[in-house]
């Protein structure tokens, strides 16, 4: 054995020239290809703007909120798999990022949080715009940094970007006092760095995996059970090659949705509260549930004693915190789910591998596909369901679509049909209102000759309007069409499904103006005249023989645009299965 030859050699560092620690955070930024900031200044952090400013690296995108900024990122990241990047000041700049940070971490998506943070002499003593930003976002990051050292700046750079996008993805932060952003020093850049084994993604061994192909060879009626886990592991077409090579039907989480090609014949789209007949039943019925990145979120399981009770589960996840932590499982294996999906489909080729015979039940399944399709009804008001579906039509499904949440929502992952991964941006685990356009933004900036479109709701849009100001300044043509009912449109359904219709303050509108989309009067608030303020075109629509031609305005206009879509609040998400019910509960009608 050659022992020299066996020794891991990594290349030098770098010592770079005498700058200020901002300075080294940006050059830092630049080394990480980072190439877009989305990031508000501020007291605590104008020596990281300074620094922005003169380089000719990195774009520093200007969000009107913190908030829209982070959210931004977000999409980006979503876009693209890549680590989004937001920025703020101390104090109320950091606290309005924690909403999106939180966002990041339940949807495991790999974002770097940068704030500045008062002198460290200060720190602890109640100064103006202080806050802990470290302690109190504690329990939503994968990791937290405090730099009290200029020194540091360089490697704990790379540790977060690495452990921002290792494993499951993440967010993480890190805070930095004005004086290490004053400092000077002559930074060390380290090229490469090795995270803790911990921290590394761990592989399913052979025997593991043979003992799932056992499995699969003896079930009758097995089912794909796929999360965001197989998106953010680019193993989409692993996981095609995989169930075409089984013959296993797919339902997919609303994170994983994109993750297998929705008109495929063994596509059931995804399942769970608002999901598919078809892949709800499946699931119920199924006598082999194979589980890989997803992690029994309750929208998805509902009462967790009655899901899938007929199944042996098989549960393959990167984090071993997800294991039997919802639901107890038969066959729980670690593994980066891009490794154990090539593998599979490598073993599968060199032994052979002779699938189960699932003709009788992808035929019952292709019955209830027929039978109980996502449907709506005909009205003569533009219903939502067709403003989407119509949308699709236009777009030939090739749009990036972020959401905000609420019912349309629902329908956009219903009726939007989406056959690649990253093609449906939304927030899922946090639910957070105010995601869509924010994250339009981010993601069309990552993709400037794609159309990206955020179908949003009337209050879910308001919450970061001010972010139609961003889109005209900044030049970033994402389009958004409201699909407004003038109603917190999901809390009202709850209301008229469980509280007898008593309105809890979900009505956004005029009350006397309510029910009646032909009546445009008093309709509230004006989009297309808010759209117009910031210097963005827009229309309203309300006739279903004006949508069309409107939606293609929209979609052929070079900038930003604003459709307001008026109809009913009348339209609930159908299927549903009622909080901690099971399938047996489920309302189609």
Not at 225 to 236: D, K, Q, R, T
Not at 527 to 538: L, N, S
Not at 575 to 580: D, E, L, Q
Request: proline share 6%; aromatic share 8%; net charge negative.
């Amino acid at each position: 054995m050659n022992t020299a030859a066996s020794i891991a050699t990594f290349p030098k560092p770098e010592i770079g020239p005498e700058m200020k620690g901002a300075e080294i955070v940006v050059e830092c930024l630049a080394r990480e290809n980072v190439d877009t900031v989305f990031a508000y200044p501020g007291g605590a952090s104008m020596e990281l703007h300074q620094a922005l400013a003169k380089s000719n690296k990195v774009r520093t995108v200007l969000p009107r909120h913190e908030q829209g900024g982070a959210f931004a990122a977000e999409g980006y990241a979503r876009a693209t798999g890549r680590v989004g990047v937001c920025m703020a000041t101390s104090g109320p700049g950091a606290t309005n990022l924690v909403t999106a940070i939180a966002d990041a971490f339940m949807d495991s998506t790999p974002l770097v949080a940068i704030t500045g943070q008062v002198y460290q002499k200060f720190i602890g003593k109640g100064a103006f715009q202080e806050t802990d930003f470290f302690g109190m976002t504690l329990p939503v990051v994968k990791h937290s940094y405090l730099i009290l050292d200029i020194n540091d700046i360089p490697q704990v750079i790379k540790e977060a970007f690495a452990i921002a996008r290792s494993g499951r993805p993440g967010p993480v932060i890190i805070d930095i006092p004005k004086d290490v952003q004053q400092g000077l020093a002559r930074p060390v850049f380290i090229p490469t760095i090795e995270l803790r084994a911990s921290k590394q993604p761990a592989h399913a061994t052979d025997d593991e995996l043979k003992q799932v192909l056992d499995l699969i060879a003896g079930a009758h009626q097995p089912v794909l059970y796929v999360g965001g886990g197989v998106i953010s592991a680019e193993a989409s077409a692993d996981l095609k090659a995989f169930a075409e090579r089984t013959q296993i039907p797919v339902a997919t989480t609303l994170m994983g949705v994109g993750a297998f090609p929705e008109s495929h014949e063994l596509s059931m789209k995804w399942f769970g509260m608002h999901g598919s007949a078809a892949g709800n039943w499946a699931v119920h019925q199924a006598d082999l549930l194979l589980t890989f990145g997803a992690r029994f979120d309750d929208r998805v399981t509902g009462d967790t004693a009655r899901f899938a009770p007929q199944a042996t589960i098989v549960h393959i996840d990167v984090d071993a915190s997800e294991h039997n932590k919802n639901k107890i499982v038969d066959h729980p294996i670690v593994s980066d789910i891009k490794h154990a999906l090539v593998r599979m489909n490598e073993l599968m080729e060199v032994h052979r591998f002779q699938g189960p015979d699932t003709t009788t039940w992808l035929d019952r399944i292709g019955a209830w596909k027929r039978e109980h399709p996502f449907s709506y009804g005909k009205k003569k008001h533009i219903l939502p369901q067709e403003a989407i579906r119509t949308l699709y039509e236009l777009t030939r499904g090739e749009a990036i679509i972020t959401t905000g949440v609420g019912q349309h929502q629902m329908w956009s992952a219903q009726f939007y049909e989406f056959n690649h991964p990253r093609s449906l941006i939304s927030s899922l685990g946090l639910g957070s209102m105010g995601f869509g356009y924010p994250a339009a933004l981010g993601a069309k900036v990552a993709f400037p000759d794609r159309q990206v479109v955020d179908i949003d709701g009337d209050g879910s849009f308001l919450m970061n309007v001010q972010e139609l100001a961003t889109a005209r300044i900044e030049n970033i043509g994402a389009k958004v069409m409201i699909l407004n009912n003038q109603h917190l449109g999901m809390v009202a359904q709850w209301e008229d499904r469980f509280y007898n219709s008593l309105r809890g303050h979900t009505i956004l509108g005029d009350v006397s103006n309510i029910g009646s989309p032909e009546n445009l009067e008093g309709l509230y608030p004006d989009f297309v005249a808010i759209a117009k303020g910031f210097g963005v075109p827009g229309r309203r629509v309300h006739l279903k023989s004006e949508l069309r031609e409107a939606m293609q305005e929209m979609l052929d206009c070079d900038g930003p645009f604003l459709l307001d879509v008026i109809v009913p609040n009348s339209e609930h998400v159908m299927p549903m299965i009622p909080a901690g019910q099971s399938v047996d509960e489920m309302i189609t009608e």
